[in-house]
Structure formats: C-alpha cells, structure tokens
C-alpha cells in the first residue's frame, strides 16, 4: 500500500479530517487530565528544519514524547543537508531509521521529492506554498468555538503567502469560504490555487473583505526567505493592518486568528492580537493536540 504522506492541506478527504479531529479531541482531553496517551512508543520522528521555528518544533518534539516516542532536531547549518546531500539520498537515509518525518524547507518542490524516496510518511511542517498543520490547528480551533466551519466566511487580509494556500484547500474541503484581500503586487499565484476552487473571492479593499466574517486572519508581511523583500512591503501593505474599525465589519461573534509570530502594529493591531476576539494562544496551543492526532494516524491509521 502506498504510504500516507501530509504535504499540503488538500491530501486528506473530510472523512479522514473528520477523524483525525476527534482523535484531537480525545488526545487534548487527555493531556489536560494529565493522562498517559502512548500510542506511539518507540516511535521515532525525525525533524528536519531548515528555517527557524518556535511552535512547530516544540508541539512536534513535546507530542512525541507526550505519546511515548521520540523527536530528533536536524537543521540544515548541522547536518549533511547543509553541505550539498541530496534530499533523496537523505530520504532514503533518514526513512530507514526513524517512523515518521517532519520537514520545513523551501520549495514545495523539496519535500515533494523528499516523500518521494521516503519509506516512513513525511509531514509538511512549513514550505514557501504550504503550512497546512497550522490550518489544521486553525480549524480545529474555530469547530471547538463555534462547532462548525461549513458555510462560514473567513476574511483573509495580508500576504498570498503559504498560510493563505493551505486555508484555501481547506475551504474547499470544508465547505467554507475565503473573503481574500492582498495589495496590488502581491496576489494569489494562481498555479497555487486548485483550478475549480470556487471557495474563494477578491476583494480590493481589506475592510470589504472582513464585512460578515466569521474569522478574520492576517500573517506577518514577510514570510522566511523574503527577507529582502521587507522595506518593499512594509510600504506596499500600508493599510492591510487588522485593526479595530475591520473587526468592527465582521460579525460581533468572529474569532480573530494569527498563526504567530506576530508583529503588532504591522499586520495587526495590539488591541486585536490582545483583544476579546483574539485566539490565537489556542491556536498556538492546539498545534500540540492536533499534529499528535496527526503523527498517530499516520502511523497507525484508524484505531477504530
Ligand atoms: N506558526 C508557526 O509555525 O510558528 P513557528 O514558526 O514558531 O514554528
Ligand atoms: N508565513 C509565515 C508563517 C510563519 C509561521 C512564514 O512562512 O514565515
């Protein structure tokens, strides 16, 4: 059987989201019960970062201790990944000493061709196209508020960056819809974009974009790796700030949400970020429960 790998949000179906959800569910209850959860004993994940990160590396490092295993931290400056391996070669390697990988890189393309040569599944833990187990984290997050994201509006205002893509596959198997509003020169890539996806529409004016939203949800300017891009877009996202008067457009019930790190006063005000509306320390926390679920799925599979 083919291996089950998580490289972008739109590899699993609704079913098994459904699923994976639960087992969230179950393992968050757990957690807080301080319960043990050891389905994954002796199991060894290999991380292999090559941008920084906070979040992913803690939530993936803790989970698989939290489930009995193991975490290993590779990083392209240490391993032989910074010195020219090929990552087919490393693949192999790596997928023959562990169960299950975790990567951040560049390209979609890299972990494309890593999952590829790998014979234990591979999860996307952030590439420039995709961040898909922070939206896993983000719906998860919104389905505990207000129990279901179908037919929902979530109002996109900032950069087509990554965190964008994967919130776009996720509306289509959802069932939701994205109000996206990014300035001129930074728009949707369209090769990002499923062919059919309805699940979405433009709106010029940021505000417009978050008139009856449901969630509003904004990201930094600049992604890792645009780094010299900064000056160019802190003058072309002038305006897109998620403040006060924007939340005012939504709905009085919308969650507003950032997957972190933040920078107050650029892409969100403080009195949103630390406002009533604001989720995002469980957002952030959620990534531990969810990507756990999702390390033992694709794992094990069902256990039921
Ligand atoms: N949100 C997120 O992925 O954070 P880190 O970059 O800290 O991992
Ligand atoms: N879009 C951001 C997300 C960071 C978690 C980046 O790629 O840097």
Not at 101 to 121: C, D, L, N
Not at 185 to 202: E, L, M, R, W
Not at 253 to 269: K, N, Q, Y
Request: proline residues 3%.
């Amino acid at each position: 059987m083919a291996i089950k790998h998580y490289l972008q949000f739109s590899d699993f179906t609704l079913d098994e989201y459904e699923y994976v959800i639960e087992r969230s569910r179950v393992i968050k209850r757990k957690f807080k019960n301080y319960e043990p959860h050891h389905t994954l004993a002796d199991r060894t994940l290999v991380m292999v970062f090559e941008k920084n990160s906070t979040r992913t590396r803690l939530s993936f490092e803790a989970g698989m201790h939290q489930m009995g295993g193991a975490a290993i931290y590779l990083n392209t400056r240490d391993s032989q990944l910074g010195r020219g391996e090929p990552v087919e070669d490393a693949a192999q390697v790596m997928s023959r000493m562990c169960d299950v990988i975790m990567i951040r890189t560049y390209g979609q393309e890299i972990i494309e061709r890593f999952a590829k040569h790998s014979r234990v599944p591979v999860i996307n833990g952030l590439t420039n196209e995709q961040h898909p187990c922070q939206v896993l984290a983000d719906v998860f997050t919104y389905i505990e508020h207000h129990g279901s994201i179908q037919g929902k509006i979530v109002a996109w205002v900032g950069d087509a960056n990554n965190m964008l893509y994967s919130w776009l596959q996720a509306a289509e198997v959802f069932g939701f819809h994205v109000n996206v509003s990014t300035p001129k020169g930074y728009d949707i890539d369209p090769a990002q974009v499923s062919p059919g996806n309805k699940n979405y529409t433009f709106f010029a004016d940021p505000a417009d974009a978050c008139q009856d939203a449901d969630l509003v949800t904004t990201d930094v300017w600049t992604s890792m790796g645009f780094e010299a891009e900064n000056n160019a877009r802190l003058k072309a996202f002038d305006g897109w700030i998620v403040d006060q008067a924007k939340m005012a457009r939504a709905k009085k019930d919308a969650l507003f949400m950032h997957c972190l790190p933040a920078h107050r006063g650029e892409e969100v005000a403080a009195e949103v970020i630390d406002g009533p509306q604001s989720v995002v320390w469980e957002e952030a926390e959620n990534r531990l429960h969810v990507q756990k679920a999702l390390l033992e799925y694709l794992v094990h599979g069902r256990f039921d």
